[in-house]
């Protein structure tokens, strides 16, 4: 069994997501396939990992891609997460990790919706929600506030009928939109605010992508993604993959076979997997220095993190749920984050030292996301601990 050390999966994720300086890709969509898909629950992440992976792209050119041409997509898939997938790639999903959580999520609506006494039959309920969104929609796109109005099944709360403090009305519409989008029924079309904000205009899928391919079944959707993921994060564990799908174990296990994954040892005396035609080794990388945003790809990749980051650094970077917020890298290796001032500059806050020559290649790459921002300061939902402590006055 091949061993892959730590040092080589460093040298990997310099190289497969595109951050060393030497290795920086020219698309939004070259950047999407590298890194399997991009994580989209803020809206700026999307934007500012491909910042961190190209040279000359605007954000203006990822809107384009996302919304002009249309080659990378916004998907709720994995851990009910939204991504943007590679266009090719939402099959699979489709079929497989969308679809798992569209299965939870018909029974928790379906549930809720009989148990506030809206609907006896909470899964009828919800087949006449979605029957009557997408004749609406037939119309052409329209905002959730727009569905809301126009759609009497969508205009409806749930809710607030106790004293407890947690127990808040929320609208039923982002339930049947959600289940609708799960199951590629309906996309993400323009978006109707800043980049740096999610205000979907929702259209249906036929018309935003044209002809459709048909979902992959459970097992080859999940193969393909499995096959994508150990392109750009192998090695990785069968925890890694699994967490990263938020599948089962058997799923994950068959995927690898599917696949004919190959086992190397890890530094920590795990077991990893990487494809077949992927075992040569990677040398050594000229030291990298990179700021990822919230929630980035790289950050969110692994369950398993230590060979990038210091467990010590962990309460300070993530939340409690794992989310993580802003990181700065250098040499392979998360050493701090960054924030930004009132006036949209980037500052670092550093938990290590990372020496002389790290100190000035993380000022350089301050300064080229504050031009590459110009002005543009960003909202996180998933501060960090750090992030919060460094914005302190």
């Given at each position: ?10 040298s990997?994720?310099?190289?497969r997501?595109?951050l ?20 989209a ?15 000359g792209?605007?954000?203006?050119d990822?809107d ?7 080659s ?5 898939a ?14 699979a ?33 919800l087949?006449a929600?979605?029957?009557a ?16 109005a126009e ?19 929320v609208?039923?519409a982002?339930?049947?939109?959600t ?16 980049w ?5 205009v ?5 018309d935003?992508l044209?002809d459709l391919?048909?979902?992959?079944d ?9 096959r ?8 990785g564990t ?5 967490w ?13 076979a599917?696949l004919g ?9 795990t077991?990893?997997?990487?494809l077949?035609?992927?075992?040569d ?7 990298w ?28 970077l993530?939340?409690?749920n794992?989310n ?24 670092l ?8 020559d ?6 350089a ?22 992030m919060?402590q460094a914005?302190?006055?």
């Amino acid at each position: 069994m091949r061993h892959v050390s730590d040092s080589e999966r460093r040298s990997r994720i310099a190289v497969r997501h595109a951050l060393s300086p030497t290795h920086r890709l020219d698309s939004v969509e070259a950047v999407t396939r590298a890194m399997t898909v991009l994580h989209a629950t803020e809206a700026a992440t999307v934007h500012l990992a491909v910042a961190a992976r190209t040279e000359g792209l605007t954000p203006a050119d990822v809107d384009a891609a996302l919304y002009d041409d249309r080659s990378v997509v916004k998907q709720l898939a994995m851990r009910r997460t939204l991504f943007v997938f590679p266009r090719d790639l939402l099959p699979a999903a489709w079929g497989s990790a969308s679809a798992r959580v569209a299965t939870s999520e018909r029974k928790r609506v379906a549930k809720a919706i009989a148990g506030a006494g809206i609907a006896a039959d909470g899964d009828a309920w919800l087949d006449a929600a979605r029957d009557a969104t997408l004749a609406r929609l037939a119309a052409g796109p329209a905002s959730t506030t727009q569905l809301r109005a126009e759609v009497p099944e969508l205009a409806g709360m749930i809710g607030g009928d106790t004293d407890k403090s947690w127990d808040r009305p929320v609208p039923v519409a982002p339930w049947v939109l959600t289940h609708l989008g799960l199951e590629g029924t309906i996309v993400r079309g323009r978006n109707g605010g800043h980049w740096r904000l999610n205000k979907p205009v929702w259209t249906r899928a036929d018309d935003w992508l044209g002809d459709l391919d048909e979902p992959l079944d459970e097992a080859a959707g999940y193969a393909e993604l499995v096959r994508r993921w150990l392109g750009t994060f192998g090695p990785g564990t069968t925890a890694d993959i699994q967490w990263w799908l938020g599948s089962t174990k058997g799923a994950v296990t068959s995927a690898l076979a599917a696949l004919g994954a190959v086992e190397v040892a890890l530094d920590d005396g795990t077991t990893g997997w990487l494809l077949p035609d992927d075992t040569d080794e990677v040398g050594p990388v000229e030291p990298w220095a990179a700021l990822l945003p919230t929630l980035d790809p790289t950050v969110m990749g692994w369950k398993s993190r230590a060979f990038y980051l210091d467990p010590a650094h962990v309460p300070y970077l993530f939340d409690t749920n794992g989310n993580a917020g802003t990181t700065a890298w250098w040499d392979g290796r998360i050493v701090g984050c960054w924030v930004q001032d009132d006036e949209g500059v980037v500052r670092l806050s550093l938990l290590e030292d990372p020496g002389p020559d790290g100190h000035d290649a993380l000022h350089a790459e301050a300064a080229r996301l504050t031009a590459w921002l110009d002005g543009t300061v960003i909202g996180n939902v998933y501060a960090s601990r750090q992030m919060k402590q460094a914005r302190l006055p």
